[in-house]
């Protein structure tokens, strides 16, 4: 199947170390050779790439690889086609659309036999409250995953006139991932990063196999951060010491299908799991989400201005106690366990430059 990465940052960085690795299971250490893409957040703006391509040998994938753009949140997909023609653009993933004037963007790894490509797109399911005049959404190629992204996306749109709140957007997306699930328990493998903006991205895992084989599709993740140390790719002869090109100020949670380096601590995702990465860090449950959001790192766009005229502090009379709220201690725990693991190991945290990279 496909493989997925993402970066989500307290500090602006560029992600180079881990794209280096990451697009060599393009054609050359792995065999997910049918095109890439990535999609960099750059303030509201979103930057996409994508090749049909194997990443390994693409010229456009080279250029990225050394081209340190500095984001605070990012994702990028390698494509072992399944459905959708191979060898066309519409296919290939991160596919991105705008929702309440905020781009959004979206990659999965798996099959979701409820919008399978074997089916006439307006014959699967309507998610949520979305009703048939709600579909706003349409895929242009002919992935599950996009079927799947468009989907979510109405299913956002008819429970949301404006953007929602953070704790809001990560309970409706649970909702939403588990009506998916449900009824295909034992066939459905539904790995997939979202992004929602600058700030936020989100990642479900609902692992597996396919039936005959032995590769395990799911996500893991780690978070680097003081004190950083040196950190080892597995698919390429290469290490970066970030102790020397990183700051206290950065933390950097990088996520993907397999861990891309050997002297690090990953954490697998659970089945059934949704995080939500703000800063480099994972939030478990809805609740723990508005800490971001107090903050000032909701989703933002004019939207909000327009109904609240203020910038982006909106419904804020919500959050009136989010004072005594804190992020529960296993985001805190995972933290510091990490680092300290890592420390124990010689890896550390790392960030994807090369002068400041993760």
Same mark, same amino acid.
């Given at each position: 199947?496909?493989?997925?990465?993402?970066?989500?940052?307290?500090?602006?960085?560029?992600?180079?170390?881990?794209?280096?690795?990451?697009?060599?299971?393009?054609?050359?250490?792995?065999?997910?050779?049918?095109?890439?893409?990535?999609?960099?957040?750059?303030?509201?703006?979103?930057?996409?790439?994508?090749?049909?391509?194997?990443?390994?040998?693409? =010229?456009?994938?080279?250029?990225?690889?050394?081209?340190?753009?500095?984001?605070?949140?990012?994702?990028?997909?390698?494509?072992?086609?399944?459905?959708?023609?191979?060898?066309?653009?519409?296919?290939?993933? =991160?596919?991105?659309?705008?929702?309440?004037?905020?781009?959004?963007?979206?990659?999965?790894?798996?099959?979701?036999?409820?919008?399978?490509?074997?089916?006439?797109?307006?014959?699967? #399911?309507?998610?949520?409250?979305?009703?048939?005049?709600?579909?706003?959404?349409?895929?242009?190629?002919?992935?599950?995953?996009?079927?799947?992204?468009?989907?979510?996306?109405?299913?956002?749109?008819?429970?949301?006139?404006?953007?929602?709140?953070?704790? %809001?957007?990560?309970?409706?997306?649970?909702?939403?991932?588990?009506?998916?699930?449900?009824? %295909?328990?034992?066939?459905?493998?539904?790995?997939?990063?979202?992004?929602?903006?600058?700030?936020?991205?989100?990642?479900?895992?609902? =692992? /597996?196999?396919?039936?005959?084989?032995?590769?395990?599709?799911?996500?893991?993740?780690?978070?680097?951060?003081? =004190?950083?140390?040196?950190?080892?790719?597995?698919?390429?002869?290469?290490?970066?010491?970030?102790?020397?090109?990183?700051?206290?100020?950065?933390?950097?949670?990088?996520?993907?299908?397999?861990?891309?380096?050997?002297?690090?601590?990953?954490?697998?995702?659970?089945? /059934?799991?949704?995080?939500?990465?703000?800063?480099?860090?994972?939030?478990?449950?809805?609740?723990?989400?508005?800490?971001?959001?107090?903050?000032?790192?909701?989703?933002?766009?004019?939207?909000?201005?327009?109904?609240?005229?203020?910038?982006?502090?909106?419904?804020?009379?919500?959050?009136?106690?989010?004072?005594?709220?804190?992020? #529960?201690?296993?985001?805190?725990?995972?933290?510091?366990?990490?680092?300290?693991?890592?420390?124990?190991?010689?890896? /550390?945290?790392?960030?994807?430059?090369?002068?400041?990279?993760?």
């Amino acid at each position: 199947m496909c493989q997925l990465l993402g970066m989500n940052c307290a500090q602006k960085t560029d992600f180079c170390f881990s794209f280096a690795g990451f697009r060599l299971r393009g054609g050359h250490s792995d065999k997910h050779s049918d095109g890439w893409g990535l999609s960099i957040y750059e303030g509201r703006g979103l930057r996409t790439f994508t090749d049909t391509l194997p990443a390994a040998e693409s =010229p456009l994938a080279e250029l990225v690889s050394k081209y340190p753009i500095k984001t605070l949140n990012m994702i990028s997909h390698i494509r072992y086609a399944t459905q959708g023609h191979k060898g066309d653009l519409a296919n290939v993933h =991160p596919f991105q659309r705008e929702l309440w004037g905020i781009q959004f963007c979206f990659c999965h790894n798996g099959d979701v036999p409820k919008f399978s490509s074997s089916v006439d797109f307006m014959q699967h #399911p309507l998610l949520g409250k979305t009703r048939e005049e709600d579909r706003i959404f349409h895929p242009v190629g002919d992935t599950d995953s996009e079927s799947l992204f468009c989907a979510i996306l109405n299913a956002l749109r008819a429970e949301y006139a404006s953007p929602p709140t953070l704790p %809001e957007l990560y309970k409706t997306v649970q909702e939403l991932c588990d009506e998916v699930i449900s009824g %295909e328990e034992d066939t459905a493998i539904l790995n997939f990063l979202l992004g929602c903006g600058e700030f936020t991205l989100m990642a479900y895992s609902w =692992p /597996g196999s396919r039936p005959g084989s032995k590769v395990w599709n799911g996500l893991y993740y780690t978070i680097r951060q003081p =004190p950083f140390t040196k950190a080892n790719l597995v698919d390429m002869d290469y290490h970066v010491d970030f102790s020397t090109v990183t700051t206290d100020n950065d933390r950097v949670a990088v996520i993907t299908t397999k861990p891309l380096t050997d002297n690090e601590k990953w954490v697998e995702m659970k089945k /059934g799991e949704l995080l939500m990465f703000d800063r480099g860090l994972p939030y478990f449950h809805a609740s723990a989400c508005e800490r971001a959001e107090k903050e000032g790192r909701g989703l933002c766009s004019k939207v909000n201005k327009k109904i609240n005229n203020n910038r982006c502090v909106f419904k804020r009379e919500r959050f009136q106690s989010m004072d005594s709220i804190m992020v #529960p201690d296993e985001v805190c725990t995972l933290g510091n366990t990490i680092a300290g693991e890592s420390n124990a190991q010689e890896a /550390g945290t790392f960030q994807d430059t090369m002068v400041r990279s993760h």
